[in-house]
């Protein structure tokens, strides 16, 4: 009931949940089910929907989406191959940046160590311990980055984020660290051959790649299996149109550049 005594809804309990998180009813809101004799506090039932009494001087706390609890039997919009292009591309410069740092403290403090040491074949060695340790570190930060961000509340890394899209269970559970760490390797599975396992997204059900099919897992708009799946969007959105665009012209210079540098290559040889 209202703070005029009219009564509102019926409405389920993950909306009572977010109505209460987001401030609109307090534990003083007076809510009434069918097995109740009469109507009650909020604060009288609290326990049995995870509500937690909070200070009155303590500010409402905002909702948390990956916090909220699963909702089926709405309508699940599933992000298409696109909308996965630009999320792994905003994810690819995110690792690809934090892996250059880590690579660099690590080339410079073993490269100060091998100067020590001097030598040829000690030099040679050490080349080959710092490729192989870089190796290992970028394994380890993809594994840490998309396991630990898959499996985190958001359920999305920070190019999902960007792009409005999530990683759950088939059933819109959030995934586990295990599961997530198996879905980062079973990406290589899907870059080989020609990575037509990532391009199976474009026309599988549910648009699932192939990875999504050895984990378990579908990639979602980040409403979907919420109470709200009315706000889930179709369309690419215009963060995803200008990464898509920008990584376009990335790989047309790209492409370029390398007939250029062949070209350039070919005519010093005759």
């Known amino acids: ?47 049995s929907l995870g509500l937690q009494a909070a200070s009155p001087y303590v500010p409402p706390a905002s909702e948390v989406l990956g916090e909220e609890p699963v909702v089926n039997g709405g309508e699940v919009v599933y992000a ?30 073993l490269g100060v160590m091998l100067l020590g040491a001097g030598g040829t074949s000690a030099n040679t060695s050490g080349m080959l311990i710092i490729q192989g340790l870089a ?44 599961r997530g760490m198996g879905r980062y390797f079973a990406l290589i599975v899907s870059s080989i051959p020609l990575g037509l396992g990532f391009v199976m997204a474009g026309f599988t059900e549910r648009k699932r790649a192939l990875h999504d099919m050895m984990c378990d897992t579908v990639v979602v708009d980040k409403w979907a299996f919420t109470a709200h799946p009315q706000l889930q969007r179709r369309e690419l959105g215009t963060v995803t149109v200008i990464v898509l665009v920008l990584f376009g012209l990335l790989l047309v210079v790209g492409i370029l550049a390398a007939f250029a540098a062949m070209a350039m290559i070919t005519r010093n040889l005759h």
């Open 135 to 178: 190796n290992l570190a970028g394994i380890a930060l993809g594994v840490a980055y998309f396991g630990w961000m898959h499996s985190s509340s958001s359920m999305a890394t920070l190019g999902k984020m960007a792009i409005g899209i999530k990683v759950v269970r088939e059933d819109g559970t959030r995934i586990s660290f295990l």
């Open 1 to 47: 009931a209202d703070r005029n005594h009219q009564q509102c809804g019926p409405v389920d309990d993950a909306e009572l949940v977010r109505l209460f998180r987001n401030g609109d009813i307090g534990l003083d809101s007076l809510v009434w089910h069918s097995a109740l004799p009469q109507w009650q506090a909020l604060g009288d039932v609290s326990e």
């Open 80 to 109: 298409g191959f696109w909308k996965r292009v630009a999320a792994y591309t905003i994810d690819s410069i995110v690792v690809g940046m934090v892996g250059g740092i880590i690579g660099g403290v690590m080339g410079g403090v």
